[in-house]
């Protein structure tokens, strides 16, 4: 009893299949993955297979077990036991589009929440080519099982950097010559009359109430989605999503 106590302690653990999949194929450092007994068809026999050539270590457990340690009540029959998430520095993501030869691509997540909301940006900011996502320390959500669930793993392959304090962030973004864009339904400039062909950091806000004011005020400019219906915002997640990808457009029109 003592052990399953501990077990449940584990607050870095990955799980569902796909989830467990990428991880695996990430090459990242893994405890022990914990299998339903009789779980032993479709991707369970590839997560077996793989893991069984990494030498890593498998526990067969009673699903019931599992239901007890899952975070996200959707373990699907595997859950990976990790080590603490590897957050990196802002320094990493400003290399990291230098070694591609781009310019850095880069979301500020001011204050979400919700970790799906993590989740699911970080899931698009991965298929966008965003280089890292920077989010903040306190009043935030951070990396956990959720978020890499509904990031579909994306999380081993994205930057993300945690840090004290998004206003001094943003103030050595500028130093490297990087420029700030918030995202505010106050403002005029509708988001597609951007140029974001530059070295950009966009800023999205927290899902009740946007940017806080400081962060606000040291944006270099603002933009807004427009609003056609009844409802005046986006889910955080959605607006992420729409603003990133007209960054790609536009790159890709400009190379």
């Known amino acids: ?132 996502i920077i989010i903040p320390k306190r009043r935030a959500a951070s990396v956990n099982s959720t978020v890499n669930k509904v990031s579909a793993g994306a999380v081993e392959h994205v930057k993300i950097a945690r840090v004290n304090n998004l206003n001094e962030t943003i103030k050595y973004l500028k130093e490297n010559d990087v420029w700030i864009c918030g995202t505010d339904m106050n403002t005029k400039t509708e988001y597609y009359n951007q140029d974001y062909t530059g070295p950009i950091a966009i800023v999205i806000g927290s899902e009740g109430f946007g940017m806080s004011r400081l962060v606000k005020e040291n944006c270099d400019f603002l933009v807004k989605i427009p609003m056609k219906g009844k409802i005046t915002s986006l889910n955080a997640s959605v607006s992420a999503g729409i603003i990133m990808y007209e960054v790609v457009k536009q790159r890709l029109i400009n190379l």
Do not use: W
């Open 1 to 132: 009893m003592k052990k399953d106590n501990e077990e449940k302690k584990f607050d870095d653990q990955i799980e569902g299949r796909n989830s467990v999949l990428e991880l695996l194929e990430s090459d990242k450092d893994i405890n022990k993955i914990f299998i339903a007994k009789g779980e032993k068809h479709g991707s369970i026999n590839k997560i077996l297979a793989i893991a069984k050539e990494k030498r890593i270590v498998v526990v067969e457990v009673e699903k019931n077990k599992l239901d007890t340690i899952s975070q996200t009540k959707n373990h699907q029959g595997v859950i990976a036991i990790v080590p603490p998430f590897e957050y990196c520095e802002v320094e990493d993501i400003l290399e990291n589009a230098k070694q591609k030869n781009e310019k850095p691509f880069i979301l500020i997540l001011d204050g979400i929440e919700d970790p799906h909301n993590l989740g699911s940006i970080i899931r698009t900011a991965e298929t966008a080519g965003v280089h890292g």
